[in-house]
């Protein structure tokens, strides 16, 4: 090897440890020797350990630091010393804790310090009068070893402790939040056969230039200047480069396709009265998904406003199907209950609403990537808080014909599944109605999300007339598992770096 390009190489803080570890070896011995800050030390140690230059090793070690109470005593002086301090004159408990301004806990223990020291005595006359005595005084002339440790820089290892420091912090140890005992990794640094040769060499502390700077070009004064060789194989630390998180990307990714298929984006609030999340899309006021296992309900503001017009449309439908064959739930439609706010617990309430708009075109497509909300019990498939991809279509003539391949092109273009499945279900608003299913390689079969026909009691109301409208409503979460190749609902929302930095961004 290159001794003299070696050398050429090094940078100012790595010249500066090399030559120090000649003599010394920690961390903290090496700033103390150069004049460098902990951290610079380190830097300059793991870069030469890249060149080979140095074993760096580490270790644990028990370090003594100063706790809330040791930190204001340093300042202030340990209560015994402030109780010493005051007794001029035999005085009560209460007076001397005043005067010294100590609180009843720190007085309590200088009693039990001060006569375990034989510094005071003590008097019971309708309560307790303290005096100082002879050893008090002398003790008020010196520092103790308590207050001589208090004195060191901390943090202090505690294995360089001589016997009277151990004492000393052996009593402090006891006491309230004084001291602290606490363990911390520590470095030493040792040369290699080929770090000595280099020092042998000639190494100084001098680097040289660091870099050539636009002033130096306009002046010419790097003529003439010595700079630092570079060395362009060395290992650096790896740096991850700035990306969009995993899951977000995939979202994205998911809007750009709907938008390509000439799909027009819908958007509306997380918080949702019953009326367009539930009652629009004609699910009775009885039905089990009303109460606290199937919505999330808000405490403030518990209610809000619904169109009148549109209350009394959906009111008729519920109670008799007003306006299409259906004879309705037959039951009486609560105004006040229509009212409530909830979480959003499926994106079908945008779609409702969107119905409702006065921008809605006939022929249209709608999708929106809804944020939704039930309770669930978490685990790998499961998340109480989840993203839902849901739209119709809109349309004279569409049939079953026209949802069955609706739903194997999602299948097949967003979660690339193979093995799709597309079984009879149930939902209130619509008719007939399916279910999604896909083949995930490790899960098994997922339900990739519900299908159907909007019935005329859903849409009537609405649009004001009955039209074919195609809805469906897929689990996002787990159609962006296909794509990541991830087998935890959970790892989509990580925050751990390590994960997010490895994770497949398609």
Known sequence: MDLKKLADSLHAYERK????????QSVAEIATETSLQPIEVMRGLQWLENKE???LTESEQEFIELDSNGKLYAE???????FLKVLDKEKSLDAVAKDAGLSREESTVCIGVLKSKAAIELRKEKGLFVSLTEQGSKLLEKESLEEQFLAR???VLLESLSAEEKFAFDALLKRKQIVSLVRKKSYTGALTDLGKELISAGVSGDAGEESLTAQMLVDGSWKGKKFRRYDVGIKVPKKPGARKHHYGRFLDEVREQFMALGFSEMSGPLV???????????MPQFHSARDIHGAYYTESPKNGSVDKKFMELVKGSHEQGKGTISKGWGYQF?????????LRTQGTALSARMLASPDLQIPGKYFSIARCFRPDVVDATHAPDFNQVEGIVVEEGLDFRHLNGLLNMFAKEFAHATKIKIKPAYFPFTEPSAELFAKHPDLGWIELGGSGILRPEVVKPLLGREVSVLAWGLGIDRIAMFNLGIKDIRELFSRKLDFIRGAKVI
């Open 17 to 24: 440890v090399l030559v120090a570890l000649r003599t010394v």
């Open 53 to 55: 230059l140095v074993i």
């Open 76 to 82: 202030k002086g340990l209560p015994e010393r402030r």
């Open 153 to 155: 820089s901390f943090p």
């Open 272 to 282: 949702e009265t019953e009326f367009w999340g539930m009652d629009a899309l004609f």
């Open 334 to 342: 609560s105004e006040q209950k229509t009212q409530q706010h909830i």
